[in-house]
Every structure is written in structure tokens, then in C-alpha cells.
Antibody
Framework: QVQLVESGGGVVQPGMSLRLSCAAS????????MHWVRQAPGKGPEWMGV????????FYADSMKGRLTISRDNSKNMLYLQLSSLRGEDAAVYYC???????????????WGQGTLVTVSS | EIVLTQSPGTLSLSPGERVTLSCRAS???????LAWYQQKPGQAPRLLFY???TRATGIPDRFSGSGSGTDFSLTISRLEPEDFAVYYC??????????FGQGTRLEIK
């Protein structure tokens, strides 16, 4: 079955960078676009960005542009997020999510990871 | 940028009651590209519907999704105790972006 496991969360100081990983299994990773979605405490989910199945195309939320980089390594079935210049409002649970249909632009999510919590604090 | 507005913010209801949640988009959604999710504390969102009315696998038929254009609804015909949660709508497919609503909390009266 599809499994997505995020890692790398924890306490990050303001101004520093964050790197998260998402290990995928149970499906052909290189066939699907992958997304990052975050959720601040008590708030709704916030879509952050997507990387296409082959890593060749990326889109980011306007609010993240310039700070966010999403990448993937299909040889390792791994998805990555790098977010720079962290501030308090970046504190959230960060989820990776899989597109439901391969080679598509259907950006709704049947499969999510369990999330990894990021706290921004000095 | 299309904005989603969910209403009401919170609903207090009893098991067995019928409820309809609303999600309104500031512009018409192409192909009714709207999804609904249920989220319980400490869990990732759970997909309920996509393309407004297509039920995801395993979702009970007491849940129904409807709507088109700018107005969408999620109806639960008879609330079960496990249905008390937060519900979010999400738009996708209108641009290389996606947006979630702010959520409706369904609580037990």
C-alpha cells in the first residue's frame, strides 16, 4: 500500500533553513507528481508546491516563491523540501502528498504522510 | 487568485441530524475542480470527494458532495459520532496552484 513518511522536523531558529524529506513506498514513485502541504496550528492546510513526476517541472505558492525549493530523487523514492529564512509563521505540520493520477494535473490528495512538526524558535 | 470561503465556521449538532456545509469560490471553478476533506485531531486530512461530487474510495454514502461554478456543498445525511471533525474544501486545476478553505468545525451539541 502507499506509504509516505516525512522526516526532518524539529526546532529551527528564525532565519535558518529547513530541509525535510519524504520517503515513498508502495507505488511507482517516478510516475506521480508530489506535493508539500503545511498546516499551522489551528489553521487550514496551505498548499506549498509541487514537483512533477520526473522532477522537470515545479510550481510554488506565490507566498513561498524565493524561499522554497522542492526536489526529488526518483532513484531513492525520496521527495525533499528546502525552505529558507524561516520565521514564526512557518511553524506548522508539514505533509507530503501524492497526486492520485499519474502524469496528471489533478491536484487533490488521497494519500498523505503523517506529517512532521516544525517549530520556529530561538 | 481564487478565494474559497467556507461557512459556517462552526456547527453544533447532535448525532442523527442532517447537515450541509458550504464552500463558495470567488470565481467559477473549471471542471468543478473542488475536493472535500475531513480532518480529525492529530491526523492528516482524509479525502471525501473530488470533482465536487465523486466520492473517494471507502467514504460512506451518508456523505454527498454537490455544486458547480462557484457554489459547492457537502452534506451528511445522518450524523454519526465519528463524523464530528473539521471539514475543508480545496480548489485545484484552475492554475498551477491550489487553495484550501479555512474549514468548518462540526462539534457535538
Amino acid at each position: 500500500q502507499v506509504q509516505l513518511v516525512e522526516s526532518g522536523g524539529g526546532v529551527v531558529q528564525p532565519g535558518m533553513s529547513l530541509r525535510l524529506s519524504c520517503a515513498a513506498s508502495g507505488f511507482i514513485f517516478s510516475d506521480y507528481g508530489m506535493h508539500w502541504v503545511r498546516q499551522a496550528p489551528g489553521k487550514g492546510p496551505e498548499w506549498m508546491g509541487v514537483v512533477s513526476h520526473d522532477g522537470g517541472t515545479k510550481f510554488y505558492a506565490d507566498s513561498m516563491k524565493g524561499r522554497l525549493t522542492i526536489s526529488r530523487d526518483n532513484s531513492k523514492n525520496m521527495l525533499y523540501l528546502q525552505l529558507s529564512s524561516l520565521r514564526g509563521e512557518d511553524a506548522a505540520v508539514y505533509y507530503c502528498a501524492k497526486e492520485p493520477v499519474k502524469y496528471s494535473s489533478a491536484w487533490y490528495f488521497l494519500h498523505w504522510g503523517q506529517g512532521t512538526l516544525v517549530t520556529v524558535s530561538s | 487568485e481564487i478565494v474559497l470561503t467556507q461557512s459556517p465556521g462552526t456547527l453544533s449538532l447532535s448525532p442523527g441530524e442532517r447537515v450541509t456545509l458550504s464552500c463558495r469560490a470567488s470565481q467559477s471553478l473549471a471542471r468543478n475542480s473542488l475536493a472535500w476533506y475531513q480532518q480529525k485531531p492529530g491526523q492528516a486530512p482524509r479525502l471525501l470527494f473530488y470533482y465536487a461530487s465523486t466520492r473517494a474510495t471507502g467514504i460512506p454514502d451518508r456523505f454527498s458532495g454537490s455544486g458547480s461554478g462557484t457554489d459547492f456543498s457537502l452534506t451528511i445525511s445522518r450524523l454519526e459520532p465519528e463524523d464530528f471533525a473539521v471539514y475543508y474544501c480545496q480548489l485545484y486545476g484552475t492554475s498551477p496552484s491550489s487553495t484550501f478553505g479555512q474549514g468548518t468545525r462540526l462539534e457535538i451539541k
